[in-house]
């Protein structure tokens, strides 16, 4: 029996995700010229806002377009022509960043591995060894189409031996585990409001460090007067400095609400919320005997779960039981990943425990039916 539209699915995807209650009431308020000294006050209290949860000492850039705006916009700005970029491919969205790579720099160098595995630190390094000249390094941190989280701090580490500049695409994980752009030595951090932060999907929220900041400058390349200019919303958080475009109030207004609850909650503790939601996820699916994608459980990201299929079901059919008997909806795969796998979210206000449980007993009832 298929639900009436009235009734709203519990929405476990990889993005957007549901938005927290304090979102959708932001959302509603009035929204104010963009010049009013009172917004631009406000706007630049959110980017303050900002600038601790990402835990780094320079004012981060808010630009207006979802996150792969931002990721275009960062290798835009930070790949010169004469730059070596080593490319970290494990999944869909790591193979993606290839052609903005390859746009902008010089050479592209590809490191991969499969799509169910993630990238070994050591690899990296012996990258470094046969090509010193490698100058950039694009990491996606949580590649959601295979579920598997890349060792961030490890890689950071690595690159930032080298004074080589970083690019983190950190869409699917900031806001839901420790992944900090400083700490990380990441010159380009990128992510979204509508993942782990539980908002929504109209915003890129970018950090870059100092000397990011310094080669966009001497990159005579980078975007100006575009709308892919990162450089133009440089200090725009600033009252009285112009912005680039219009922002666009109300998300601002979301964003707002979703940074004030990830600060109320206590990072520690979404981290731990995401962690605990995760771990029952991946528990019971093997109890049920359905594998997980990723080769290794410690390859798993807490932010999304992927599994391999059930003997007997296609992913859409599997999918379309799973909303249209239970009211649940899950994410397909994605590229390589599709029709292989299934994907559960643990991000924002879909990180809860109980949502985990609830979508393993629905799995299990069909697995069930299906036995009789």
């Not at 964003?255 to 609850?261: I, K, N, P, T, V």
């Not at 999918?319 to 991000?347: C, P």
Request: glycine share 8%; aromatic share 8%; with cysteine.
């Amino acid at each position: 029996m298929l639900l009436p539209l009235s009734v709203p699915p519990l929405m476990l995807t990889t993005g957007p995700v549901p938005v927290y209650p304090e979102v959708l009431k932001a959302l509603g308020a009035p929204v104010l010229y963009d010049y009013h000294p009172t917004f631009q006050e406000f706007y630049a209290a959110v980017v303050e806002k900002l600038r601790l949860a990402f835990r780094t000492d320079i004012a981060p850039v808010i630009m207006q377009g979802e996150a792969i705006l931002g990721i275009e916009a960062g290798a835009a700005a930070l790949i010169a022509k004469d730059d070596v970029v080593l490319n970290l491919v494990s999944g869909v969205y790591g193979k993606g960043f290839e052609g903005w790579a390859a746009r902008y720099g010089k050479e592209v160098i590809e490191l991969a591995v499969p799509f169910d595995e993630v990238i070994d630190p050591q690899a990296v390094r012996d990258a470094f060894r046969q090509r010193p000249d490698i100058s950039v390094v694009s990491l996606c941190h949580h590649d959601t189409p295979s579920g598997t989280l890349n060792p961030l701090y490890e890689i950071g580490a690595i690159a930032a031996e080298h004074g080589a500049y970083l690019i983190v695409d950190a869409v699917s994980s900031f806001g839901g585990m420790d992944a900090h752009p400083q700490s990380a030595h990441a010159d380009i951090f990128i992510t979204s409001p509508s993942k782990c932060l539980g908002s929504t999907p109209g915003l890129s929220l970018i950090s870059v460090s100092k000397r990011g900041w310094e080669k966009i400058e001497r990159n005579s390349d980078a975007p100006r007067g575009s709308f892919l200019s990162l450089a133009a919303w440089k200090d725009a958080s600033i009252p009285g400095r112009t912005f680039p475009v219009t922002p666009s109030i109300a998300e601002i207004y979301a964003l707002d609400a979703a940074l004030d609850r990830y600060a109320k909650e206590g990072p520690e503790n979404v981290w731990a919320r995401h962690a605990e939601t995760a771990a029952i996820a991946r528990k019971r699916l093997l109890e049920l005997g359905i594998a997980l994608w990723p080769k290794r459980e410690a390859w798993c990201a807490p932010t999304a779960t992927a599994f391999s299929l059930p003997e007997g079901f296609t992913d859409v059919e599997l999918r379309d039981r799973l909303l249209n008997e239970y009211g649940i909806l899950l994410s397909l795969g994605r590229g390589d990943t599709s029709g292989k796998v299934l994907r559960i979210a643990h991000m924002g206000a879909s990180a809860q425990p109980d949502f985990a449980r609830k979508t393993i007993e629905a799995l299990s009832s069909i697995l069930s039916q299906s036995i009789d």
